[in-house]
């Protein structure tokens, strides 16, 4: 009896060392323009050439700008990082999806809807949120610079085999309870180290109910746990969401395919090192008040005193509220909002476009917030404008972007001033993240929207 996990640890282990170090296969790896060009610079001194190239994907998408893209980027260190990964898959015959490409976009949002992503598969990228991969059944983490070289040159990677853990959760969400609420509660309960060390398989009548989109968000978030990756069998719902893309299998491969999928699920009996399980009705619409993803609470508490913090965590949730400008025993409903980032690899699918504009279709956006509204990828794009959502964005006094990573992180021009709050649906609200002072309150599209046509935090269920 095994999980899902070992199923497909062990069937890409290539070799073990005696002191338990494992060689493992990997079936693809993602590059984008960051974590790569020491990898490449290392394989030019070696002599080295790509293993399998035909299992490496590249593309720019942390520090692409959102507007004018059919323009020279004008941040000389960007522009030369992006330059450098388009030489670099030239030079080394890989596939590069470069600006204004289609399949351009976030590498974690492209990779799932094009099927490179596939169930059992062992993908890595030199990025944390690789976990996101996890929703559609595979292993997936992020790695080092020094590991990507590793795996250009060799398709393989040294490992420690991680412990596993299961987080159930079931029952039915309620009304405006979205994944990205489901993930900052589990963040929240968990901690932010709860789950190091660990393999996390979500699993559940609650994880069962959602969406491919839904389920790539919480998986997303799996390393603001602490956690080295995670996953979710895949079922119908990700046999549907692959069926039609375009590196998915096709023909009889693809029935093979789905019978193979079909067995990657965890045994009846199987252990795992840990278990934990939650109630999918104890979870309300989640924000964060602090700077890291698990100092989150529903949006009609108020932020925790601090008499209820533990003693050794004092001195460092003073320092968040201070950062923040907050005060401990506060309501977090009502504080003010200048800027509302929609997107990331996180939450810029077309599920959250939809959520965000079910919010804001009829209104305006008010008037003293700024808000990035940016696609996770020209094919993202492209379902906003034949849905429609597009012109209920422009009526409500909304800007569609082009795609990338825009405000998840200050590695482009979206960057949000020094002392500046921003209700952001990215992944992180770690000091400065968003920009050198800039203050990050996570939540999710429908929070988001409720703030930026109200111009203040609001809990979106009141939202007529």
């Given amino acids: 009896m095994k999980t899902l996990f070992e199923k497909i640890w062990r069937k890409h282990v290539v070799d073990t060392l005696p002191d338990g170090t494992v060689q493992l296969y ?35 998408d942390h520090n692409i700008p959102t507007l004018e893209q059919d323009r020279p980027i004008e941040d000389a260190v960007s522009r030369n990082q992006v330059d450098t990964l388009k030489k670099n898959a030239a030079d080394f015959g890989l596939t590069h999806y470069g600006l204004l490409h289609p399949k351009n976009g976030i590498i974690h949002v492209v990779g799932p809807e094009n099927g490179l992503t596939q169930p059992g598969m062992t993908i890595v990228c030199g990025d944390s949120h690789t976990s996101t991969h996890g929703a559609m059944g595979a292993i997936a983490f992020g790695i080092g610079t020094s590991e990507v070289e590793m795996t250009l040159a060799t398709q393989c990677l040294l490992q420690q085999k991680p412990e596993t853990m299961r987080i159930t959760v079931d029952g039915r969400l309620k009304p405006g309870v979205t994944a990205k609420d489901v993930a900052l509660y589990l963040i929240r309960q968990m901690t932010t180290g ?55 299998p096709k023909g009889d491969d693809w029935n093979r395919a789905v019978a193979y999928w079909c067995t990657l699920r965890t045994d009846d009996g199987a252990v795992f090192d840990r278990e934990v399980s939650f109630r999918a009705e104890d979870i309300e619409p989640m924000i964060t008040y602090g700077t890291n993803p698990g100092m989150g609470i529903g949006i009609g508490e108020t932020i925790p005193t601090l008499e209820s913090i533990d003693a050794a965590g004092r001195a460092s949730f003073r320092k968040a509220l201070d950062y923040m400008g907050f005060k401990a025993g506060e309501p977090i409903a009502g504080k003010p909002v200048d800027y509302v980032f929609l997107g990331s690899c996180t939450n810029g699918r077309i599920e959250d476009f939809r959520a965000f504009a079910s919010v804001v279709k009829g209104k305006k956006k008010a008037a003293g917030v700024t808000a990035w509204l940016v696609p996770g990828s020209w094919a993202v794009e492209k379902q906003i404008r034949a849905g429609g959502i597009d012109r209920i964005l422009a009526e409500a006094g909304f800007e569609l972007r082009q795609p990338g990573c825009s405000a998840c992180l200050a590695m482009n021009d979206d960057k949000v001033p020094a002392g500046r709050y921003a209700v952001s649906t990215s992944n992180r609200n770690f000091e400065g993240r968003q920009g050198p002072g800039a203050r990050t309150l996570l939540a999710g599209p429908l929070v988001a929207a409720a703030a930026a046509v109200t111009g203040k935090i609001t809990d979106p269920r009141i939202m007529g």
Avoid: W
């Fill in 194 to 248: 709860g789950a190091t060390g660990y393999f996390v398989e979500y699993a559940g009548e609650t994880i069962r109910r959602m969406t491919m989109d839904e389920r790539l968000t919480l998986c997303n978030l799996s390393i603001e746990m602490g956690a080295r990756g995670g996953m979710i069998a895949p079922d119908d719902v990700t046999f549907a969401y692959l069926k039609d893309a375009e590196f998915a």
């Fill in 26 to 60: 990997i079936d693809r790896l993602y590059c984008h323009e960051v974590t790569s060009p020491q990898a490449f610079a290392g394989l030019r001194t070696r002599g080295l050439k790509p293993f399998r190239p035909q299992q490496i994907t590249c593309m720019p």
